[in-house]
């Protein structure tokens, strides 16, 4: 185990840098405290980096802009591997769990095989997965 590792879902980064919303302060709170190190260590999965680009890129039109916010919200963690262990546990979750699918399976094997208990996420889907406490960034961000 990892000791204050958080992993960093890509919701929380796609309400950071999205339009109005609720969840916009808390998530962006949540970066700040991750780009100034408080009281956790923050980490990705590489598909977290790549999700986060897909919704820029579809929000934006912005090639460009896409690229270097994913840059930006690269350099606030520790980007994990996803590597042929972490595809192994995605692929048992999603037999095993019925509410993950695709990249949340990626991105909760990524915590499990790092070690990392809590993610950071508005993503009720991480709810129940042994292993794993899934934390709201208003929660985390208070």
């Known amino acids: 185990m990892i000791e204050n590792a958080v992993l960093l879902d890509s919701s929380v980064a796609v309400y950071a840098f999205g339009g109005e919303s609720e969840l916009r302060p808390a998530s962006q709170r949540v970066l700040s405290l991750a780009a100034e190190h408080r009281g956790f260590r923050a980490y990705a999965s590489v598909e977290m980096i ?15 802009l896409a690229a270097e916010d ?8 520790t980007v994990l591997t996803f590597d042929r262990e972490v595809l192994d546990l995605s692929l048992d979750l999603v037999a095993r769990i019925p509410t993950v699918r695709g990249r949340d399976a990626v991105h909760a094997a990524t915590a499990l095989a790092y070690g990392i208990e809590r993610i950071v996420t508005t993503d009720r889907a991480f709810d129940g997965i042994p292993g794993l406490i899934r934390v709201d960034p208003r929660e985390f961000a208070a």
């Open 50 to 64: 790549q999700e986060f680009v897909h919704h820029r890129l579809r929000r934006t039109g912005d090639r460009a």
């Open 70 to 77: 994913g840059r930006n919200v690269a350099a606030l963690c």
